[in-house]
């Protein structure tokens, strides 16, 4: 698939999942395979003996050897891109060390992207917003136009079935009534249907948010995406950069183990039913020794029940008593941890079979 001015040989984009759940170990070994690994880049420098007393230096640093040892392990397959969520402090500091350090592109979302652009324009790193829907790529496309002369080279949309923070009310999450991939598709489709017929470009859309298998890429292939994005399946891989335990967890999670919980940041995330969330759920607090400022949105006071940065650095290692454990809503249906090599080609040959026999 085409995306901008570059070329993706396996339209499969492995989510970014921090803290630490993804950097060049998982991120590499996915863009070796022709697909698009993905950095997290949100407080990356977690490892730094800096992280505390210099958490800007510490990220930033970070950052860039990541991304460098990730492009030297995908052997020049595939991309190297860098998830920044716009929620982060020192933004648009991180979109230009990820475009200095060679990213393939900037993926990003919690939040609307407005300045992605004056990053990424006139670089070879392509802008890749996150949507939820019709309006918001309709916004997104006529801002970028209108302020930098240029539209997204990309789009992606996120579900209501993801891991982590989701773009829907709690309300609409629990209730069953949050839109479905199926229809926030058919609404960034008929954007971008808009946009080339008025600027002559094609913008390709990838789904996410719950996409599990070939079955399901092969469905939103044939309902019009050019490329999916696959997350917590990528987490129970051998190369994931996350603890075993937190591999374990994932591959051990029934059903009724993944729920819907209050960040403090004041969206709905999905996570694992862990000791943390429990003990959360009973009134106990657990706040940051000290606070790096990581979210513009941390009020950073008394009403902050837990500090999301502390509780998702002990769950990359592996602390199953102290972690906070995202994941999307079909964990439980993962069984053992397999190399991304096979997993890869596990999601595409059932991808290829179903488009041939037509069941999708």
């Not at 943390?276 to 940051?288: C, H, P, T």
């Not at 009403?303 to 650095?313: E, N």
């Amino acid at each position: 698939m085409k995306i901008g001015k570059k070329i993706l040989k396996v339209p499969i984009i492995q989510g970014g999942m921090g803290i630490g759940v993804s950097l060049s170990g998982l991120a590499g070994a996915v863009a070796a395979c022709g697909a698009m690994g993905v950095i997290s880049s949100v407080n990356i420098g977690y490892r730094k003996s800096n992280f505390y007393s210099n958490p800007r230096e510490a990220n930033l640093t970070s950052l860039k050897e990541e991304i460098i040892k990730a492009k030297e392990k995908s052997g020049d397959n595939g991309m190297v891109a860098v998830n920044i969520m716009t929620a982060v402090s020192n933004y648009g500091e991180t979109c230009k060390a990820a475009v200095s350090a060679g990213a393939d592109a900037i993926i990003s979302g919690a939040g609307l992207p407005i300045k992605l652009p004056e990053y990424t324009k006139g670089t070879d790193t392509l802008c890749i917003p996150i949507v939820s829907g019709g309006r918001a790529a309709k916004l997104l496309a006529t801002s970028y136009m209108k302020k930098y002369g240029v539209l997204p080279d990309m789009f992606i949309i996120e579900g209501n079935k993801a891991g982590g923070h989701l773009g829907f009310s709690k309300e609409d999450l629990l209730s069953g009534t949050a839109k479905s991939n199926d229809e926030i598709l058919k609404e960034v489709l008929s954007v971008t249907e808009e946009l080339e017929k008025q600027y002559g470009k094609k913008i390709p859309v990838a789904v996410a948010g719950g996409v599990f298998d070939g079955a399901d890429m092969a469905h939103f292939l044939k309902e019009g995406a050019m490329a999916v994005q696959i997350g917590t399946r990528f987490i129970a891989t051998d190369e994931c950069d996350a603890n075993e335990r937190f591999k374990q967890a994932i591959v051990n999670a029934k059903e009724e183990d993944v729920k819907i919980v209050e960040s403090p940041v004041g969206m709905p995330a999905r996570a694992i039913i862990s000791p943390l969330i429990k003990r959360l759920e009973n009134g106990d607090v657990f706040r940051a020794i000290k606070c790096n400022g990581c979210l513009t949105a941390c009020k950073k006071d008394e009403s902050i029940p837990y500090c999301i940065s502390r509780a998702l650095i002990e769950a990359v290692k592996g602390n199953w008593e102290e972690g906070l454990f995202f994941a999307g809503s079909n964990a439980f249906r993962i069984s053992k941890i397999v190399s991304v090599k096979e997993l890869i080609n596990e999601i595409l040959s059932e991808c290829e079979t179903r488009l041939k026999e037509r069941l999708v």
